[in-house]
């Protein structure tokens, strides 16, 4: 009897492993890198789509967005993207740079231009809206 119900919790754990793995998106090509000068300026000359997501990790918008941006990136009209990330806590001069004033804030660029921007937006429409500027 013993050896059933342990038999059984292992197919049990196996499924449910198994399930938790399916759900994990696997990395691709735009999985976000952390804003820098150095960076921004090599997606800006490789010519590209660019988002760069300012965001914090209190910020209950941004946790709202994170999903959206993550099934949108996984698109393949924006698998090209690249995403870049900005810390609204500790990266105050990229925050200059860009000219962002708060969290949850998305801008996108075509190559060198800036394209369009939003701040607390969290509907996915308009999210994808925004990035499809970029392409």
């Known amino acids: 009897m013993l050896h ?3 038999l059984f919790a292992g197919f ?6 198994g399930a938790v793995l399916n759900a994990v998106p696997t990395a691709s090509a735009a ?14 000359a490789k010519g590209g789509p ?17 999903p959206i941006l993550s099934e949108l990136r996984a698109m393949p009209k924006f698998k090209d993207m690249t995403v870049l990330t900005v810390d609204f806590d500790s990266q105050k001069d990229a ?3 860009l000219d962002a004033r708060t969290q949850s804030t998305l801008i996108v660029y075509k190559g ?3 394209v369009g921007r ?11 809206t925004l990035l499809a500027k970029s392409l």
Request: charged share 25%; aromatic share 8%; with cysteine.
């Open 4 to 6: 059933r119900r342990t």
């Open 12 to 17: 049990v754990f196996a499924a449910l492993a």
């Open 31 to 44: 999985d976000a890198v952390p804003f820098t000068t150095a960076s921004f300026a090599a997606a800006k």
């Open 50 to 66: 660019i988002l760069v997501e300012v965001t914090a990790p209190w910020c209950p918008t941004c946790q709202a967005q994170k």
């Open 95 to 97: 925050l200059r740079t």
């Open 112 to 114: 060198e231009r800036e």
């Open 118 to 128: 939003s701040v607390g937006v969290t509907e996915r429409g308009a999210i994808e």
